[in-house]
């Protein structure tokens, strides 16, 4: 599987920006989907997870109220939606996914998703 991720880039504090993640190898719809980001000296962070029909989401605490994930499996595409970026949103987000058709009900961790993209970098500015 590979994760092709696009849409980042450097906004205001405040803004917005949607990140895009195209996926290719597998049945889109035998994939759940999710994006960590990291930002530098910090540790690897989950912020949202989709399941393979988008039936069920999980979103951080972090980034609740202002990320929102979504998916259209006709394109293959997961997308997380941010409004109201913050200073502390700069880092590299990366799309990750693993083969389940479950739902998604708790936060999981980076090791359980197998396949990962390169990263878009985001950056906020004040």
């Known amino acids: 599987v590979e994760l092709v991720e696009s849409g980042g880039g450097l906004v205001q504090a405040g803004g917005s920006l949607r990140l895009s993640c195209a996926a290719s190898?597998?049945?889109?719809?035998?994939?759940?989907m999710a994006w960590f980001r990291q930002a530098p000296g910090k540790d690897r962070e989950f912020l949202s997870s989709i399941s393979y029909n988008g039936r069920s989401t999980v979103i951080a605490d972090s980034v609740k109220g202002r990320f929102t994930i979504s998916r259209n499996n006709t394109k293959s595409t997961v997308y997380l939606q941010m409004n109201g970026l913050k200073l502390e949103d700069t880092a590299i987000y990366y799309c990750?996914?693993?083969?389940?058709?479950?739902?998604?009900?708790?936060?999981?961790?980076?090791?359980?998703?197998?396949?990962w993209g390169q990263g878009t970098q985001v950056s906020v500015a004040s």
């Open positions: 990750v996914s693993r083969i389940s058709r479950s739902g998604v009900y708790s936060i999981r961790k980076g090791i359980d998703y197998t396949y």
């Open positions: 190898g597998r049945a889109f719809d035998d994939l759940e």
